[in-house]
């Protein structure tokens, strides 16, 4: 099944959804901001139903925000539209599609992303090379390599679904991120088995 048949599907109901830790998702996004100036260029890659690009879009100069369902792309547009929102450009697509030149970017985005995709050390890798020198990429992500080893056995499963949860440990993630030359400049947990919510640098 296409996982873009997957979330169109959901998309609905998933705009409608309150936030699962509404404390830890503001300070997320607080820390965040902490990084961003006026002028940045910024990209959020899976940005779903465009709640989070939306509340950061006074920050920044300018977000792109893509997904790869279509409807969930068509809610946002209609969530930024209702608040006045002129400075995100919503765009259907996925990560490996998205054109977008060395060293323009001062900021990417990949949250509750990774843990979805088969191959995140290219995409870690593609998003270092999108970034300025001194650009930031934060990243929430699902590490139940920690919690739930046994998962990898039962993940295949979830392929009928259009949705696998990609098992590593926040440990291979940090390394995934170091390795590729990011260094760590921020990393958070709210708690066992919760997103480990993490802002890499690129050196400068």
Known sequence: MDRSFFWDKIAERYSKQPVADEAAYQKKLQVTRQYFQPDMEVLEFGCG???????????VKHIQAIDISSRMIEIARGKADAKNINNITFKRSSFDE?????ETLDAVLGLSILHLLHNREDVIARVYKMLKPGGIFATSTVCIGDTMAFFKFIAPVGKFFG?????FTAKELENSLIGTGFKIDYQ???????SVFIVAKKAE
């Open 188 to 194: 958070w947990q709210p708690g066992k088995g919760k």
């Open 49 to 59: 139903t465009g709640s989070t690009a939306i509340t950061h879009a006074p920050y």
């Open 163 to 167: 949705l696998i949860l990609r098992v």
């Open 98 to 102: 998205l054109g977008v030149p060395d």
